[in-house]
DNA sequence: AATCGCAGTCGAAGCGATTCGACAAGATCA
DNA sequence: TGATCTTGTCGAATCGCTTCGACTGCGATT
């Protein structure tokens, strides 16, 4: 394997300027910075990344620590993955990627290892075992998703509450008086995670400002759930003619249930999803939704975190507004 | 930061001893042993991993290449990948996430820059640009997927061909004589890659042998598609009373569609998928199904790296024999 | 004219582990 | 009773890079 050392030599400089040239931290001449690329070039010089990161104390890895439980909706995490590690890459750093089952111990591993210079951890709860950790850790962090006290950590994602609202303000301009939201499995609700408590608060809170009546439902992420939900919601309020769904897999069928249940989507019952827009686009029916943006969260995140890694400030909570697209699921109450 | 010279004064050994002792490379008397793993506990000590990368020329991480296209299904390559950190914990290993796309260059990249011991590289075409690189590479690694020519490398994935022919044997076994395989997307044939193009020869062989009348048809990955699907099955082939099917999204809006047109399944048709377990499992009708166990490739792929790493024999082919489970969706012929 | 500052480079000292050779002391063998 | 192993430990070299301080010229400043 081709050293730094052996470079030099051949570029007829010391390692020091090699070093110096590749990481721009004193200005080299034009004139040798040729050569040493040329020398680079011509031997296939990589810089070993061990040895890297034992002398300037930087292993340019981030960790990424994703969830994988029910209830949460494996291409947004997997989405999120990609866009984290494609942004990673831009910023020249690589991705460890970590289970949420390696728990408290996994972060403090690769932290103490000095195996990752900085984390971003996923599917955060309200009040999470590792928030602690998180804040005596030497290393920056990000946190996506909110948990109850936020203080003195970075935290992102989709503005859940205002995501609800629209979606509320959405069907109240189209006239709807009776709205319900079919929302995320109970699961996890009793894991007690921000998101979903959002978008309840979100959804209700817009719907009193309106005077719209308005019912929350908690539902299990299967066609047979949602098929009894439509049941349940039609026998229950009569006059419902507006469903927020947030519960990516319900979505469709639940459609579906009305549909069969004779219900036209959107001329009697308008819906709208929190969804990803793929999700929304290629169902058979366009599905009207708001946006969860997995791969800018992701982007962002990076971006925020490299920002910590500068030591530059950031703000500790970025909420990103939802954005509202019409589909085909939403119509003016009454036809 | 604790660093082993810490630990070995406060044991009162030397800097050798401890790592010994953490490593097991050289005999260390129970005594010492216990006095070293005190301080260490102690102490909090963690080593350092990039100056054990440096010292050792191992950094005990594996980088897993994921790819992120049309026609690969996502929660496959999810579970996957979950399967492989777990796995890779548990041999003392860290998992670097790359994406298809940085291509060679990001192989060529982590490998040279020592940043990992092995790769595993996941949705390998029959003719790979990165073959003839990974055959030089000086790491080990794992692919999931069979290309063409496999000499020199070490393969492992579902026995796709034969989970083509297991499917049609369950539908001959039942007296069913004309059969039709709904499969991939046409890009991925286009892509030539290798799991799609062994199942129709798997499914068309075994039909062949049983002289049962057989069709192949790619299929988009979008209900749409199985709906148009379906109505030119029934027209095109209206003897039909079997189908196999390998495009998970496609499986549930397939059979809606046949029963849409009248057909009731099983009694009318019979339907196998080729898919993941929980899918088949959790569909309305629980679905007949040769299971794509993407867990235990993720599992066995670390293994046999694992082993390469130790410098011990592995197989160049690893085919893991197709596991049908018969469910609601397959009957007799004629009821 | 003396001084300062900056561009450009070098040499050497780490960074924090692993590993090799050496060595002492006791066990084993002929 | 030596010779030879094995066990248990130490010291020093080494891994390949970054970074700090120092040095040389040279143009700009006073």
Redesign the interface.
């Given at each position: 394997?081709v050293k730094i050392t052996d470079v030099a030599r051949h570029a007829g400089v010391s390692p020091s300027t090699v070093s110096y040239a590749l990481s721009g931290k004193r200005p080299i001449s034009e004139d040798t910075r040729q050569r040493i690329e040329a020398s680079i070039r011509e031997l296939?010089y990589?810089?070993?990344?061990?040895?890297?990161?034992?002398a300037s104390s930087r292993?340019n890895?981030l960790a990424?620590v994703?969830p994988?439980r029910t209830g949460i909706h494996?291409?947004v995490?997997?989405q999120f993955?990609?866009s984290v590690?494609?942004t990673a890459?831009q910023h020249d750093h690589?991705?460890?990627?970590?289970?949420q089952?390696?728990g408290e111990d996994g972060l403090r591993?690769?932290a103490?290892?000095?195996?990752v210079d900085a984390l971003i951890v996923m599917d955060v709860q309200l009040r999470d075992a590792r928030l602690p950790l998180l804040r005596t850790l030497d290393r920056p962090s990000v946190l996506i998703g909110f948990p109850a006290e936020a203080a003195g950590l970075t935290c992102i994602d989709l503005d859940f509450a205002a995501a609800g609202g629209a979606c509320v303000t959405h069907l109240a301009e189209l006239g709807h008086r009776c709205v319900a939201l079919v929302g995320s499995p109970p699961a996890v609700y009793l894991r007690q995670t921000g998101f979903a408590q959002r978008v309840t608060h979100g959804f209700t809170a817009a719907a009193d400002e309106r005077g719209l009546t308005s019912t929350v439902h908690p539902c299990e992420a299967?066609?047979?759930a949602a098929q009894a939900m439509a049941e349940r919601l039609l026998r229950e309020h009569p006059e419902l003619t507006g469903v927020v769904v947030h519960n990516e897999p319900v979505v469709q069928p639940l459609i579906e249930a009305f549909r069969r249940l004779g219900l036209r989507v959107p001329e009697d019952l308008s819906v709208v999803a929190i969804c990803p827009d793929e999700l929304a686009e290629?169902?058979?029916t366009p599905v009207s939704s708001v946006a969860v943006p997995s791969a800018e969260v992701g982007t962002r995140a990076v971006e925020l975190l490299m920002r910590k890694l500068d030591r530059l400030d950031v703000p500790e909570a970025t909420l990103l507004p939802p954005r509202l697209t019409r589909r085909a699921t939403t119509a003016p109450r009454g036809g």
């Amino acid at each position: 394997m081709v050293k730094i050392t052996d470079v030099a030599r051949h570029a007829g400089v010391s390692p020091s300027t090699v070093s110096y040239a590749l990481s721009g931290k004193r200005p080299i001449s034009e004139d040798t910075r040729q050569r040493i690329e040329a020398s680079i070039r011509e031997l296939g010089y990589r810089p070993h990344a061990g040895a890297r990161a034992l002398a300037s104390s930087r292993s340019n890895v981030l960790a990424l620590v994703i969830p994988f439980r029910t209830g949460i909706h494996v291409p947004v995490v997997m989405q999120f993955a990609v866009s984290v590690v494609t942004t990673a890459r831009q910023h020249d750093h690589d991705v460890l990627l970590l289970t949420q089952e390696e728990g408290e111990d996994g972060l403090r591993r690769v932290a103490d290892t000095a195996l990752v210079d900085a984390l971003i951890v996923m599917d955060v709860q309200l009040r999470d075992a590792r928030l602690p950790l998180l804040r005596t850790l030497d290393r920056p962090s990000v946190l996506i998703g909110f948990p109850a006290e936020a203080a003195g950590l970075t935290c992102i994602d989709l503005d859940f509450a205002a995501a609800g609202g629209a979606c509320v303000t959405h069907l109240a301009e189209l006239g709807h008086r009776c709205v319900a939201l079919v929302g995320s499995p109970p699961a996890v609700y009793l894991r007690q995670t921000g998101f979903a408590q959002r978008v309840t608060h979100g959804f209700t809170a817009a719907a009193d400002e309106r005077g719209l009546t308005s019912t929350v439902h908690p539902c299990e992420a299967t066609p047979a759930a949602a098929q009894a939900m439509a049941e349940r919601l039609l026998r229950e309020h009569p006059e419902l003619t507006g469903v927020v769904v947030h519960n990516e897999p319900v979505v469709q069928p639940l459609i579906e249930a009305f549909r069969r249940l004779g219900l036209r989507v959107p001329e009697d019952l308008s819906v709208v999803a929190i969804c990803p827009d793929e999700l929304a686009e290629q169902a058979p029916t366009p599905v009207s939704s708001v946006a969860v943006p997995s791969a800018e969260v992701g982007t962002r995140a990076v971006e925020l975190l490299m920002r910590k890694l500068d030591r530059l400030d950031v703000p500790e909570a970025t909420l990103l507004p939802p954005r509202l697209t019409r589909r085909a699921t939403t119509a003016p109450r009454g036809g």
